[in-house]
C-alpha cells in the first residue's frame, strides 16, 4: 500500500507523498475554492495570509485576486513543501516562508483575512494556532478554516465491523481527526465572533477515495493492532467488488467554518 494520504507521524515527512495529495485534492475542489474567497470577501488590495499552504496553490490564485495593492502570503511548517511551492511559481506581490502556524511570525494585526484549510487537524495544538492567528487579524478581519470529521467516513461495501475498525483507527491515527466539529470551540475560545459553521458531504468515487484516504486509513487500522492483514485484503476486495457492481460509496462530512474578529 502506498501512503499518499497517510499524514500519520510517519508518514508526515514524505513531502512526495503530501504534494501528491495535495494535488490531487487541488483538482477535485478548485471550484469550490473560489467561492471560499468570495465568502471572505478576499478582494483587490487585500493582505492575505494561508496557514498550511503546502504547495502555494491557494497563495497564488489569491495573488492574482488582490492584485498588486494587496499581498498573499503562504506559511507551513514543512520546509520541502515551501520549497516545492517557491519552484512553481512566486508572484511579485506573493511570498513564502516556513514556520508554525502555533507560532506565526508576524505583528499583530498583520492580514485582512486568514485561511486555514486541513490545517488543524494537524497540530498538536489546534487552540495556540487558532490564537495566533486571531492575533495577527485586523478589526474585522475574517478567519475560514476547513477540516474533516474523520469519524464521519461512511463507506458502503465493506464488511461493517472492519469498517467500524479502520475508521477508529485512522481517527485516532491523525493529531485531531475531530478537527471539523471542533472549529466553534476553537474560534470561541480565541475570542471571534459572528461565527459560521456549515457542514457538508464530499463523496468520492472509489479511485479517488482509496487513493485519498481509504487506503492511509487500512494503513493504520493494521500499525495499530486494530486489524490483520488478512482482514484488511478482505475488506478491500469487498470494497472492489462493491465498485465493480456500481454499488459502491464513500464519504465524509467537512465543516467550513468562518468567523471575524
Same mark, same amino acid.
Given at each position: 500500500?502506498?501512503?499518499?494520504?497517510?499524514?500519520s507521524a510517519? =508518514?508526515?515527512?514524505d513531502a512526495? =507523498?503530501?504534494?501528491?495529495?495535495?494535488?490531487g485534492v487541488?483538482? %477535485? &475542489?478548485a471550484? =469550490? *475554492?473560489d467561492?471560499? #474567497?468570495?465568502?471572505?470577501?478576499i478582494e483587490?488590495?487585500?493582505r492575505?495570509l494561508d496557514? $498550511?499552504?503546502?504547495?502555494?496553490?491557494?497563495?497564488r490564485a489569491?495573488a492574482a485576486?488582490?492584485g498588486?495593492? &494587496?499581498?498573499?502570503?503562504?506559511?507551513?511548517?514543512?520546509?520541502e513543501?515551501i520549497a516545492a511551492?517557491?519552484?512553481? $511559481?512566486?508572484?511579485?506581490?506573493?511570498? #513564502?516562508?516556513t514556520?508554525s502556524?502555533?507560532?506565526l511570525?508576524?505583528?499583530? /494585526?498583520? #492580514? +485582512?483575512?486568514?485561511?486555514?484549510?486541513?490545517l %488543524?487537524q494537524h497540530l498538536?495544538?489546534?487552540?495556540?494556532?487558532?490564537n495566533?492567528?486571531? /492575533?495577527?487579524?485586523r478589526? &474585522?478581519?475574517?478567519l475560514?478554516?476547513? +477540516?474533516q470529521?474523520?469519524q464521519?467516513?461512511?463507506?458502503a461495501?465493506?464488511?461493517?465491523?472492519s469498517t467500524? *475498525?479502520?475508521v +477508529?483507527?485512522f481517527?485516532?491515527s491523525?493529531? +485531531?481527526g475531530?478537527?471539523?466539529?471542533?472549529?466553534?470551540?476553537h474560534?470561541?475560545a480565541?475570542?471571534f465572533?459572528?461565527?459560521?459553521?456549515r457542514? #457538508?458531504?464530499?463523496?468520492?468515487s472509489?479511485?479517488?477515495a482509496?487513493?485519498?484516504?481509504?487506503?492511509?486509513?487500512?494503513?493504520?487500522a493494521?500499525r495499530s &493492532?486494530?486489524?490483520?492483514?488478512?482482514?484488511?485484503?478482505?475488506?478491500?476486495?469487498?470494497?472492489?467488488?462493491?465498485d =465493480?457492481? $456500481?454499488?459502491?460509496?464513500y464519504?465524509?462530512?467537512?465543516?467550513?467554518?468562518?468567523?471575524? /474578529?
Open positions: 500500500m502506498s501512503d499518499v494520504t497517510d499524514f510517519g =508518514a508526515a515527512s512526495a =507523498a503530501q504534494i501528491r495529495y495535495l494535488d487541488a483538482q %477535485l &475542489g471550484q =469550490a *475554492k467561492a471560499t #474567497f468570495v465568502m471572505q470577501g483587490t488590495n487585500a492575505v496557514c $498550511g499552504c503546502g504547495v502555494g496553490d491557494d497563495v489569491i485576486r488582490v498588486a495593492g &494587496g499581498e498573499a502570503v503562504g506559511i507551513d511548517a514543512n520546509g513543501l511551492a517557491i519552484g512553481r $511559481g512566486v508572484p511579485a506581490n506573493a511570498r #513564502f516562508l514556520g502556524a502555533e507560532e511570525p508576524f505583528p499583530d /494585526r498583520s #492580514f +485582512d483575512a486568514v485561511r486555514a484549510e486541513r %488543524l498538536v495544538d489546534p487552540q495556540r494556532a487558532t495566533e492567528m486571531h /492575533r495577527v487579524l478589526p &474585522g478581519g475574517s475560514l478554516a476547513i +477540516d470529521d474523520w464521519s467516513i461512511v463507506v461495501g465493506g464488511n461493517r465491523n467500524r *475498525k479502520i +477508529d483507527a481517527v485516532d491523525l493529531a +485531531d475531530w478537527a471539523g466539529r471542533r472549529h466553534r470551540e474560534f470561541v480565541a475570542g465572533t459572528q461565527i459560521e459553521s457542514p #457538508f458531504v464530499t463523496s468520492l472509489f479511485v479517488h482509496y487513493a485519498f484516504v481509504l487506503e492511509s486509513a487500512v494503513a493504520a493494521i &493492532g486494530a486489524l490483520q492483514q488478512e482482514e484488511a485484503d478482505a475488506w478491500v476486495r469487498g470494497l472492489l467488488a462493491a =465493480a457492481r $456500481g454499488t459502491f460509496f464519504g465524509v462530512t467537512v465543516f467550513l467554518t468562518i468567523a471575524m /474578529r
